[in-house]
């Protein structure tokens, strides 16, 4: 089959060219299956064999009839909250069959599981944000300053990780017009500037023409503050602006000066940490108050250890600069991060599948999953709060791979084997459902027919079905529905309806919001004959904060102070050490700066393919045509691979104390010296599955990273904080093994090895 990209698309992305064929590859799921030795002793930990033993492949009723009765051993003897349901992932595009509010809505049903929290793109930023301006996606993303109102306003865009072009090939939920690279383009041709502060020159698409600063990795913080300090010594900094609109700046200024600990932040000082020169910081600071600057920061540095810092130091500079709510000005996390961001599109709340509510009160944060199931019952912080792990024996994830975006994955198949049962729905055969239990076929977004209807996007599409779902998979609502039969809430689940008619009332309830909004739109079949439909483009720029800008006392913020807080009473009073009352610079735990460089002295940026959507599609023929003999491409300055005798093509062996994977060598001058940069999502492939400490064979980052939060107050990921070295890989190159299916034993050939009938 062929994938025409959608006419109206200016710049389609390349990652559908992998679709096709991943969906039919030799990695599909085809028949629910079940652990082999899992078959004789269900619900029974077992040792350390996840991961390692053959599946038995079984019918649909033998596989439902375990995890039914699993589901309801589990809820009997240990309770709900022993049951993570939080299945954190991305899943695929669209309104319906979205497997995570499928699986909510039916653990729900079931009466609640454990949850997770945040999300692994922005935890540290959204923990902070409502304590310093306000709710993180609901205000800053959703009223983020629009294009229309940066273009032919905005003097200098300073983009903090600069605005990637690769990323913005996606959008959670789906999307129809890739419209980034026309904005950049509109804004450089109406006069804007741009500066990309990033390790990778790349990030700054070549229609920006921008200027290129490489501080080190996670040393942001440092070279912001120093801005700061030439905008307040040279007199620079909005006096006024800081009275009116914010709360604080009188307890950061002694900080900023050195008054408080001896150390000025001046450019010198940020020079011998982030490496840029201090005259460059100067200038930049002079040419960022010399006119309209906007401030951007990528979710890519706050999912570094202290991630916090950056996002809340962009926040006072900003401030500092007193634009905040004018066209152009002010501050943005996130631009590029998705298309969509800054998209003038009107603000229309679209129905989902409601998902109930869930009466287990405490979630996990999100990327604390390991620690939750090593270590039942032990103590946390998370933002200002004293907490505690529950209890998991059950998890059941469908629509997410922790297999690709847990940090330190040499932990997590030790915490994998920790659980009584573990349950998979998936598309492939994925490092996740290979150390499940209980694995259930589902079919992907070309086998079923759903809607797709994306906020930041103006254009709504109806996704047909284009193939028969492979082998016996299933979409995950018949899953569910048929457990709730077998589980005896059918009705509530389903409320008696059928795929097609849930997407009737869906839409039928998009229509009436629409209708609200203006805007009259066809019935589904209609809907279905045209195929899309564009949404009106708003007239109406947003200018995020102008309201507050405009009047902040009739429209005060929902920040303690009804301000910007640039000092934080609450922040202050935990006295927690890796947060305090206003942005510090507190170093990086991995970074070029520390002692620790000096036996691994790469700073690795583990940042999103280019190739793909994180994991999925890794075995199509796109992703896997930028492999170099097989393995992920890693890239590196030709400065290091001289220095290490590497060249272009080499397999080479990126490690640390974590663990250790392969991977094909690039060389490039795009990327600093002192950085590699291995995208996400290649399959985990243990060069010995089920071992922990085994090599992945592939060229997974994630068995490099480390699992510990970003602070205690937002408890993010922080896969950005990674030293590593790396060496030529000499020997035989061990094959790839994971797009193949794990070994399938038919459920006779199962009953004459353990002697078992069904
Ligand atoms: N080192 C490092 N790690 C990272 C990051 C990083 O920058 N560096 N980034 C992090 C970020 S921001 C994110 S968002 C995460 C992403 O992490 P995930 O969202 O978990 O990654 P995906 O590969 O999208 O996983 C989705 C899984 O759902 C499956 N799936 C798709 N559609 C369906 C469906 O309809 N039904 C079912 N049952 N399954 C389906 C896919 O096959 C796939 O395995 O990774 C994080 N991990
Ligand atoms: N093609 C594609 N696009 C995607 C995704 C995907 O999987 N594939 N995933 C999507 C998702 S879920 C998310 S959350 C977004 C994530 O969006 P981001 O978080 O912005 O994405 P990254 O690619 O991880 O990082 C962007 C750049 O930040 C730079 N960077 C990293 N660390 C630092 C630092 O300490 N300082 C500075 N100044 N720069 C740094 C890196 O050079 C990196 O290329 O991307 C989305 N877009
Ligand atoms: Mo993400």
């Not at 020169?277 to 002079?286: E, H, N, Q, T």
């Not at 989902?352 to 009160?361: E, H, S």
């Amino acid at each position: 089959m062929d994938f025409v990209p959608c006419r109206e698309d200016p710049a389609p992305s390349e990652i559908g060219n992998g679709m096709a064929d991943a969906y039919c590859a030799a990695a599909r799921i085809r028949q629910p299956a079940v652990r082999q030795s899992y078959l004789d002793n269900p619900g029974a930990a077992p040792g350390k064999t996840r991961g390692s033993e053959p599946f038995v492949e079984v019918t649909w009723d033998v596989a439902l009839d375990l995890v039914a009765g699993e589901l309801q051993r589990v809820r009997k003897t240990h309770g709900n909250a022993s049951i993570f349901g939080g299945s954190y992932g991305w899943a695929s595009a669209g309104r319906f069959h979205h497997a995570q509010s499928q699986i909510h809505r039916f653990l729900n049903c079931f009466g609640g599981y454990t949850a997770s929290k945040d999300t692994y793109s922005y935890a540290a930023v959204s923990a902070l944000m409502p304590h310093i301006v306000g709710p993180f996606s609901g205000m800053v993303l959703d009223q983020a300053t629009t294009w229309d109102a940066i273009s032919g306003h905005c003097d200098l865009v300073v983009m903090f990780g600069g605005m990637a072009l690769k990323n913005a090939q996606i959008n959670a939920g789906g999307l129809g017009r890739h419209t980034l690279a026309e904005w950049l383009a509109t804004a450089r041709a109406q006069g804007t500037a741009f500066i990309n502060i990033s390790p990778i020159s790349t990030d700054a698409p070549d229609v920006c023409d921008a200027e290129w600063i490489a501080p080190r990795p996670n040393s942001d913080t440092a070279l912001m503050l120093a801005l700061a300090y030439v905008l307040q010594t040279e007199g620079l900094a909005d006096q006024a602006f800081l009275d009116r609109y914010c709360v604080g700046y009188d307890r950061f200024l002694p900080y900023l000066l050195g008054t408080a600990d001896g150390i000025a932040k001046t450019p010198e000082w940020a020079e011998t940490i982030c490496g840029v020169p201090s005259g460059a910081i100067a200038k930049l600071a002079r040419r960022m108050a010399n006119g309209r600057t906007l401030i951007t920061v990528a979710w890519a540095l706050q999912r570094a250890d202290h991630g916090e810092q950056p996002c809340w130091m962009a926040v006072v500079l900003a401030a500092m600069l007193g634009q905040i709510g004018l066209p152009g000005g002010g501050f943005g996390i996130g631009y590029g991060c998705a298309n969509g961001i800054g998209n003038p599109t009107h603000d229309v709340r679209f129905p989902a599948l409601p998902q109930g509510r869930n009466q287990v009160p405490d979630p996990i944060p999100v990327a604390r999953i390991s620690d939750a199931l090593l270590s039942p019952g032990a103590p946390y912080r998370f933002n200002g709060e004293d907490r505690q792990y529950p209890d998991l024996r059950l998890v059941y994830w469908a629509g997410g791979n922790p297999f690709h975006h847990q940090m330190e994955l040499p932990k997590l198949v030790r915490a994998f084997q920790q659980p009584e049962t573990i349950i998979v729905n998936e598309i492939w055969w994925t490092a996740t459902a290979r150390h499940a239990d209980i694995v259930l076929p589902a079919t992907s977004s070309l086998e079923r027919r759903d809607i797709s209807l994306v906020r930041w996007d103006p254009m709504m599409v109806h996704m047909d079905a284009v193939q028969p779902p492979y082998g016996e998979a299933r979409d995950d609502h018949e899953i569910f529905a048929d457990l709730a039969e077998r589980l005896g809430f059918a009705d509530d689940f389903t409320q008696g309806r059928d795929s097609q008619q849930w997407l009737e009332a869906i839409w039928e309830e998009t229509r009436s919001v629409c209708r609200n909004a203006g805007l009259e739109l066809p019935d589904l079949k209609e809907f279905a004959a045209q195929g899309k439909l564009d949404r009106p483009i708003s007239e109406t720029p947003k200018i995020l904060l102008s309201e507050f800008r405009a009047d902040p006392v009739a429209n005060p913020l929902s920040t303690p102070s009804g301000r910007i807080e640039i000092f934080s009473e609450v922040i202050d009073a935990w006295n927690d050490k890796n947060c305090a009352g206003h942005p510090k610079w507190l170093g990086s735990y991995e970074w070029l700066g520390d002692r620790k460089a000096k036996e691994h002295p790469l700073h690795l940026i583990s940042n999103q393919p280019r190739t793909r959507l994180h994991s999925q599609l890794d075995c199509g023929a796109h992703s896997r045509g930028s492999k170099i003999e097989g393995r992920e491409p890693a890239m590196l300055n030709p400065a290091e691979a001289k220095a290490r005798g590497l060249e272009n093509g080499d397999v080479i062996r990126i490690f640390n104390d974590r663990g250790s994977c392969l991977a094909g060598l690039v060389v490039s001058d795009t990327v600093m010296p002192g950085v590699i940069q291995l995208s996400t999502g290649a399959w985990y492939d243990p060069e010995e599955p089920g071992n922990p400490d085994a090599m992945c064979v592939h060229g997974n980052a994630n068995v490099l990273t480390r699992d510990r939060g970003t602070s205690t107050l937002g408890q993010g990921p922080s896969a950005h904080s990674t030293l590593v070295e790396i060496m030529r890989f000499d020997d035989p190159l061990p094959p790839i093994k994971v797009f193949n299916p794990p070994i399938l034993l038919p459920a006779e050939a199962a009953d004459e090895t353990t002697g078992r009938t069904q």
